[in-house]
């Protein structure tokens, strides 16, 4: 089971990582997407959220203070999520695009949550023996 658990850490620390340097890596293109969605100090909105994805991601996979990572993520998908992805305000492909990630958001951040109820420190962590 630890090791289910660490290819589950795996995964999600990956996807969280991949986010968070594609925050970086495309900064000017999603800075100029989220002005055009209205966030407010869109230069400092897209690394910070970059650097919370990255936070959590590495937080996730190395098992290292994974409250803290927890809450990274916590912040960025309660800021992020209904800023990004206001499907209410939106119509056709848009709509149904805006919908899917909302939701797929509120998925993760359910997950999160689900995080703070594993036992800490988690199996196979940084610092931990197997």
Known sequence: MKV???????????????????????????????????VPLADL?????GLLLLIAGFSFLLGYQPRIGIAAIVLFLVAVTPMMHGFWAETGA?????????TKNLALLG????????????????????
């Open 4 to 38: 289910l658990f660490l290819a589950g850490r795996v995964l999600a620390g990956g996807f969280y990582i991949y986010s968070g340097v594609h925050h970086f890596f495309n900064l000017t293109s999603l800075t100029g997407y989220a002005r055009m969605k209205g």
């Open 45 to 49: 909105a897209v690394p910070a959220t």
């Open 94 to 102: 848009a709509r149904a695009q805006d919908l899917g990630n909302f």
């Open 111 to 130: 997950s999160a949550l689900m995080f703070l109820l594993i036992p800490r420190p988690w199996p196979l962590s940084l610092g931990t023996k197997a």
